[in-house]
């Protein structure tokens, strides 16, 4: 399994970015797909989950209203919509799967890992 994340950059506050993860290597169908960011001297924390074959989104509270994630089953490839971005968002965003769909929060869980891409946020 491959997980190839893209779309990072510099923006200013307020600003948009979308953040793609394109997954090759088997049929995802049934996991849950999720993004983590990893903020410096700081531990991995959750942003957001989708089941790959449908069924409601879940965000951690701090990007609800601001980030939407979605995935499109033909490319194999979900994405992290992110609106109105705040310099606390800057961060490495990694792009993970979940084959067991459980606990959609905890890192624990995801088996697979993609390699990142660096969001930084300019007051």
């Known amino acids: 399994v491959q997980l190839q994340a893209s779309g990072g950059g510099l923006v200013q506050a307020g600003g948009s970015l979308r953040l793609s993860c394109a997954a090759s290597?088997?049929?995802?169908?049934?996991?849950?797909m999720g993004w983590f960011r990893r903020a410096p001297g700081k531990e991995r924390e959750f942003v957001a989950a989708?089941?790959?074959?449908?069924?409601?989104?879940y965000y951690t509270d701090s990007v609800k209203g601001r980030f939407t994630i979605s995935r499109d089953n033909a490319e194999n490839t979900v994405y992290l919509q992110m609106n109105n971005l705040k310099p606390e968002d800057t961060a490495v965003y990694l792009c993970?799967?979940?084959?067991?769909?459980?606990?959609?929060?905890?890192?624990?869980?995801?088996?697979?890992w993609g390699q990142g891409t660096l969001v930084t946020v300019s007051s």
């Open positions: 290597g088997r049929t995802f169908s049934g996991y849950v």
């Open positions: 989708i089941r790959w074959n449908g069924g409601n989104p």
């Open positions: 993970a799967a979940n084959t067991r769909a459980m606990k959609w929060d905890s890192r624990y869980m995801y088996d697979y």
